[in-house]
C-alpha cells in the first residue's frame, strides 16, 4: 500500500515533471534565437537530433511520467486483486492521451530540430509543423489536466485496500462469461 508520505514525494515528483513539460512548451519557441538554449531544451541525449535519436529531455520527463503512473497501477489493491481491466476502463482517457501526447511531442522536436539544425536565426514555419504544433499544445493542455487528475484520483484509499466496492466489482467480473 501507498503510504502518505510515499503518496507526496511521488506526486511531487509528477508535479515537477509536469512543471518541466509545462515550462518547456511555453518558452521553447520563445528562445529560439538562442540555439544553444533550444538545443538543451530539445536536445537528445544520445547525440545530434536527426530523426533516429527520437528523445528529447521533455520526452523523458512524459516517460517517467509514464513509467510513475503504472507503477502507480501496479501497487494498487485493485491491480493485485486481478482488476486491470477496471483500472484500464477508469484511466483509459488518461493513458490514451498520453501516448497520443508523447507521440506528437517525440515528432514535433524531431521535425523543429530538423528544420533548424543549419540556420536556427531563420524562422521557419511550414504549414505541417504549424499544424502539429497546435495540436501538440493542445493535447500538452489536455495531458497535463487529466494527468493531474489521474494522480490525485490514485491516491484514493479505495484502490488500496479491500472494500464493498471492490468486492462488487470482482463479482461483476466473475458473472461475465
Not at 508523447?102 to 514535433?108: M, N, Q
Amino acid at each position: 500500500m501507498l503510504q502518505t508520505s510515499n503518496y507526496s514525494l511521488v506526486l511531487s515528483l509528477q508535479f515537477l515533471l509536469l512543471s518541466y513539460d509545462l515550462f518547456v512548451n511555453s518558452f521553447s519557441e520563445l528562445l529560439r534565437m538562442a540555439p544553444v538554449i533550444q538545443l538543451v531544451l530539445f536536445m537528445p541525449p544520445f547525440g545530434r537530433p536527426f530523426v533516429f535519436c527520437v528523445c528529447s529531455i521533455q520526452d523523458i520527463a512524459v516517460l517517467f511520467n509514464i513509467i510513475i503512473i503504472f507503477l502507480m497501477f501496479f501497487n494498487t489493491f485493485v491491480f493485485q486483486a486481478g482488476l486491470v481491466n477496471l483500472l484500464f476502463h477508469k484511466f483509459k482517457g488518461t493513458i490514451i492521451l498520453t501516448a497520443v501526447y508523447f507521440t506528437l511531442s517525440i515528432s514535433l522536436h524531431v521535425w523543429v530540430m530538423n528544420l533548424r539544425w543549419k540556420n536556427s536565426n531563420r524562422f521557419v514555419w511550414t504549414d505541417g509543423l504549424q499544424t502539429l504544433f497546435v495540436f501538440q499544445r493542445l493535447a500538452a493542455v489536455l495531458y497535463c489536466y487529466f494527468y493531474k487528475q489521474t494522480a490525485v484520483r490514485l491516491g484514493d484509499p479505495r484502490f488500496y485496500q479491500d472494500s464493498l466496492w471492490l468486492r462488487k466489482e470482482f463479482m461483476q467480473v466473475r458473472r461475465l462469461p
